[in-house]
């Protein structure tokens, strides 16, 4: 069994900062992607940023620049610096991880149960 747990969401003024964290444990023989996506209103849910075990980073244009994406893997745990955030930065952000719990099979995509990032004027 394998478990991926969001932290850090809330509310905050635009201009303002937010670090989120997700936390995976269980049958982990390892975890070669985690990342964030996210989902506002109304729309389809989108790539923010992901980082590979060895620690390359892809992010998506709009928060290049903007967010930092990093990961512990002794903790297996992902991380996701937001500053200077935007309205449009509001959504629920839903941490991504491809976990291998066998070393016979390829890794399954598992997530995170998403959480709440509000920005104010």
């Known amino acids: 069994q394998v478990q991926v747990v969001e932290s850090g969401g809330g509310l905050v003024q635009a201009g303002g900062s937010l670090r989120l964290s997700c936390a995976a444990s269980?049958?982990?023989?390892?975890?070669?992607?985690m990342g964030w996506y996210r989902q506002a209103p109304g729309k389809q849910r989108e790539l923010v940023a992901i980082i590979t075990k060895g620690g390359s980073t892809t992010y998506a244009d709009s928060v290049r620049g903007q967010f930092t994406i990093s990961r512990d893997n002794d903790k297996n745990t992902v991380y996701l610096q937001m500053n200077s955030l935007k309205l449009e930065d509001t959504a629920v952000y839903y941490c991504?991880?491809?976990?291998?719990?066998?070393?016979?099979?390829?890794?399954?995509?598992?997530w995170g149960q998403g959480t709440q990032v509000t920005v104010s004027s």
């Open positions: 991504y991880t491809n976990i291998r719990t066998s070393s016979f099979r390829p890794g399954t995509n598992y």
């Open positions: 269980g049958s982990i023989v390892s975890i070669d992607v």
